[in-house]
């Protein structure tokens, strides 16, 4: 090789590493900094476990719930993402994809529109609907907007896996004598089920790291404490210093289980790269 | 059972996909629908089958109108180009799918899975998926599959198509010998004129929705009723030449330009005096001879064996089959000897066979 081409095949490397420095720093300070007692950019000055107080005594006084109870709000919230999402989705994309009815391809744009329309828009009147249904301040009115939010996105997922699914066996377990649902629950959606998996996955995750939602539709203190992402808003108090290092460590406990969820999950969600995005037939 | 389809036509938006089919299926006959790809024939088996609705007309089993009955009430079994397992489910599952929809109780359908799976040869494959399976393995899962209900009818659509040849050749053998001992109507799906011919009791031709001719292997051979069925039918398919047939001293001569040939009378008489007609001949009807029209070999195929040869007549191509032992080579000019007696006249204009048609 000559020294031009070794240049030339390191370029692509050295533009690489420098584009991913910033994300780099931005873990490692997230790694060194909640067992630290304080730190100067990269530097610890002082290690300690201090910070993760949180874990067995509750850091804003007695009235406050306990991270745990936080926690399991939180897998609440993410699972229940995960079970109606894919439960809704699949039972949605199923007729979109293979019957004809009037209104099939309006209700398929719509459904794109609501997904490109920005959520942040529609929060005063999701407001005003949670009121009228008594739903709001609940968890159940946070996770029944959030699964709403992610519908769209997932109605067109599971249309994309049903629309790689070959007609023909369909068509052979409807002359073996199989009722349309049944061909959907015993035929149909056992050999989509890598595509329900990222589904759920992907929605999981989603439930799990949601701030926006769960922050605009829960008040007051019991508000505060509905989910991680919005429990870690209650460290950055107006009146006291924010503890830097422990909003770190609270940080670092939301994304331990996920990153061990995604690591022996993620074969399952490069389907949604992988399947979904095909044409069917 | 018997099976009459009515003026069967089938619109997709403004496609007409079949159109204006009628044809009736005798108990235990073996049919095949035949045609190039697109021309209507999986929309019609689709129809019989009960998954596509007929736009209108009619398809009766055993004279009953059965346009509106869902599949599962039709009690058919169809083989599909793709096998259409379920790949989910073992052999087995596979198998009994149909029978448990049935609710057939457990030991008679585990019973009739085996006698099914012996039957097929896949009888020690039971336990498999069908991603553990060959190619063939799999379509004799699928045909066992169709066959465990018992079914009054069978489709298959393309079932070949996937296999390597090798294996087409003897599958097509056993399904054939199957369908006769077991006696059971069936409507053959293919492109390929051989399987048809080959296998079918009948071949219902069709081109582009439309049904061309339905006649036995050896009619539609010899007595191709439109321009469409003569071509398609028969490898290398057959040479057409337009001409013009008249009447000179009691003799009929099919002429153009470097041509002229005599046609026994009553071939000649159906064509005479038309104009120009096209003059059709199979490549194994024409013969190098010592005498005969004079043409220009343009290309030599050997095929093992024959070679397929083409010959130039003045601006006229024609095929010819000739033995490989005559050592032909391009540019030689040779004499062609036409077998008369099995030429076929049609009408340009509306493509049909002088002969066979009124």
Redesign the interface.
Known sequence: MTWRQRVGKAIPYVLLIISIIPVTVGYLWLLISPFSTKTEGLRSLGWTLSNWSFLWKPPFGLNYPSIWRVTLNTFMVATSMAVFVVLVSSLAGYPLSRLKFAGRKSFLSLTLIVHAFPSVTLLIPIYFVLRFLHLFNTMVGVALVMVAFELPFGVWLMKGFFDNVSWDMERAALIDGASRFRVWWQIIIPTIKPGLAALAIFAFLSGWNAYLIPFTFTIGRAGKTAVLSVYLQNFQGDTVMTNWNMVTAVGLFQLIPVMFFFIFTQEYLLNIYAGGAKGGA | MKVTLERLTKHFGKVVAAGDIDLDIGDGEFVALLGPSGCGKTTTL?MI???YKPTSGFIKFDGRVVNHL???D?N???V?????????MTVFDNLT??LK??KTPKEEMAQRAQRVADMMGIGHLMDRKPAQLSGGQQQRV?LG?ALV?EPNMLLF?EPLSNLDARLRLSMRGEIKRLQMDLGITSIYVTHDQVEAMTMADRIAVMNEGRLQACATPDDLYDRPETLFVAGFIGNPPMNFIDVEVVRENGDYHARREAFDLVVPAERGEKAAGKGSVILGIRPEDITIADEGITGEIYIVEPLGRDDLITVHIGEAGVHVLADPTLGLRMGQTVRLDFNMHKVQFFDPQTEKSLLWTD
């Not at chain 2, 793709?82 to 989910?88: T, V």
Request: charged share 20%; net charge positive.
């Open positions: 689709l089958a009960g998954i869902p599949p599962k039709r058919i079994g169809m599909f180009q793709s096998y259409a397992l379920y790949p989910h799918f149909p929809l049935k699928a599959r209900k659509d």
